[in-house]
């Protein structure tokens, strides 16, 4: 060990003088070489002095920089401060400002009268025994003006221009009785115009509502608030035509809310011209223009006044929801009063319902009865009712293009006219009515539905598909 | 016959009544519970009255397809046709206002 310490003493040593040896030598420079030394010197002292230069280039291009920079903070500043004194100036105009805005919202806010209703077009295939008959059988237009006056004022008019074909040809009917219940049943084409209510209502208060001129009377929910667009099926109940629909009159009615929950009563009491005859006699039947037996009374309440003294009418209601879209509704009406010269009664006594179970369920009816005071049948007691349901197919929340926007509704209605006496009319009268509603929008409907009508004393049975376009505007 | 007639009278007496007392009433006012110092229930906004309301005839109409002073008239309207409460024709309206 101590042999190897010594070594590596002695070798540090040698290396060490040698190297002190070697450096004197390499002070020594020649000429050449310094010439080159200082050539390489001068060349670096060019470079330094461009890079001085290209320094100050790059200092001037800053100084520029900086002073467009201060430039655009200036200008900003200036914005910003004529921005503030914008919003100033705006801030303090807007007092003036307001009385303008007010004037520009206040047609708006007093635009009074407005243009409601529902336009209808149809499409029937009527059969009876073997044969059958297609066509468009129904252009209606409907429109209802609302005219606000005031806050306690309000003037509405429904008219409706209806054009039909009317198809039914009755010879494809072997019995003319299948006709009673109808209007008419007149062939060809015809037009009409029709005011089918033109009311003055005033708001006595928040209990009393004052209703005169031509009314829709409230006899049942039906005529008021089921008809036209609003009716999922093309058309109207076979017993309504046991009731009228409108009258010229006076009527009273309001509603009083009962807690919170939405729940209400509601009444209406009416005076109006009352029923009517077509013929202007107390016989239980007449004829059409074709020689068909119909009723003599007449629903439409479009007739001359042929009694002494006014009818008078009214309906109370329920409605209790517990919450949207599930609801029930009761109401119980009538009316009483002569109708035909004689100082014959007609009395009309209607219940009526309905039912909402989710926003996809519904089922809504009437029982109507009536009595007539006839001379040629004494007291009849034509009577009928209706019962219509309707299933949103939204329930089942299937992925199926036009599934979600469809309703099923069915309906079935029964009427007893109770002149059996007469030989060869029909009695009775059952209807079956499946139909589809697809929601095109939630105004523009498009109706389809078949309808099997049977008949008692032998009648034959009659069959209708209608598809219909209905738009409530 | 008679009896009939009998009813008749008695109708018209009721209806005449009816109507008179109707007339003499005062004007409602609606008096919040808070008012009277009584706790506050759930009271139904116009939203949800319109919901309960409008759907059981027909379907329900976007607040945006008519004007302020339009959907003014309209409740008016209905107010009387589907014989709403005042307060909940209110509250409809309003609810159509803020919305449309």
Known sequence: MKKLMKRIVFTVVTLS???????????????????????????QNQQIQALAQEHQQDQAEIQTLKDQQGQTEQKTEEIKQTADK?????????????????????????????????????????????????????????????????DKILFEAGFDTNISNNSFDTTLSPNPGANIGTSGGNNGYSTSFNLSFATIDYLFNDYATLVAGEMLLPLGTYSERGAGWLNKLADDPMSRSLLIGSGVGAQVRGSKAIGDNGSMVTYAVYTANGGHTIDGTSYATTYDN???????????????????????????GWFYPWKPHYDIELGLSGQTGEWNTDGKLWQAGVIDGALHLSPYFETKGEYIYTREQTTDLGTIIPQGWWLQSGFKLGFFNWDVPMIPSTELVFRYDTVNYDIGGLTGVAKIARRFEPGIVYYITNTLWLKGSYEKTFYNDGVPSDNEWILQLSYGF | MRKSKWVLS????????????????????????????IKPKKVLDGEQLYAINCSRCHTERYPTERTDGQWKTILMHMQIRANLPPEQAKKILKYLKENN
């Open chain 2, 10 to 37: 008695l109708f018209r007496f009721t209806f005449a009544m009816s109507v008179f007392i109707l007339m003499m009433c005062k004007t409602n006012t609606l008096v919040l519970a808070d008012d009277q110092g």
């Open chain 1, 290 to 316: 074709t020689g068909n037996s119909i009723q003599n009374f007449d629903p439409s309440g479009n007739r001359t006044n042929m009694n002494r003294t006014p009818s008078e009418g009214g309906r109370v």
């Open chain 1, 86 to 150: 914008a919003v100033e100036v705006a801030s303090q105009a807007q007092p003036v400002a307001q009385p303008v805005s007010a004037e520009v919202k206040a047609p708006v806010e007093s635009h009074n009268f407005v243009l409601a209703g529902d336009a209808e077009v149809q499409y029937t295939d009527q059969g009876g025994g073997n044969k059958s008959h297609g066509s468009y059988g129904l252009a209606d237009f409907a429109p209802i003006f609302l005219y606000r006056a005031n």
């Open chain 1, 17 to 43: 003088f040698v190297g002190l040896c070697s450096v004197p030598r390499s002070w020594a420079v020649t000429d050449d070489e310094f010439q080159a030394l200082q050539k390489e010197v001068q060349e």
